[in-house]
């Protein structure tokens, strides 16, 4: 599955900024560029996807950039709002989450710590109508890190709309700044972005 859109800075910023990360450009910031995205592979059984992420336009690159990234589906089994990693407190699981129109309507229903005892069970009703994912880029695809001056040390929390396969995401990673919006839409068949040329992840 395919999907087409923009990726955009927001007037939200976080302090301080110490490094560039992939699509996260040095002072002043873009506004915004094409993003094109392919989910490959989905296993709902153990809650993985995985997929391809690509940037056309970014300012100051001469040429698109491709990473392959990898999943995590908060289905309330196998992984919980919660992240543990990739160096995002649960203060940052609050703040970025609580970004999805959806989690601001049952904040205590999806940003609740779950302890132990209350992991293993189905996702909440109330929040049925999307699915939340992470995706964390692994590696560059059609070039060579040190060939764009970027990084992909960070991992976007993501909300997709089960009815319209809308994406929104947030952009997190702590050794940058502002915050980054990532807006996605279902590409039509037979149009859109080509992945023709980009390796499977």
Sequence with gaps: MRFSGIQRVTS??????????????????PEQW???VEIQTVDMK???VTGLMKAINVPNLPHTVVTCWGGEIVDFVNYMPLTDKWRATSSDDSRHWSMFTDVQSHPETFLHRWPAPLRGKRMPQVLE???FMRWK???FVNVRARETGLTIEGFYYV???RKTGAIDG???DPSTQPFQRLTLGVENSGRGMSFASAKSC
Excluded: W
């Design 129 to 131: 109508d999307c699915i």
């Design 137 to 139: 880029e692994m590696s």
């Design 159 to 161: 909300c997709m709309n």
């Design 170 to 172: 947030v952009y997190f």
């Design 34 to 36: 094409d993003v094109g």
């Design 12 to 29: 939200q910023t976080r302090e301080p900024a110490r490094a560039n990360s992939f699509m996260h450009l040095g002072s002043p910031p």
């Design 46 to 48: 153990h809650g993985k």
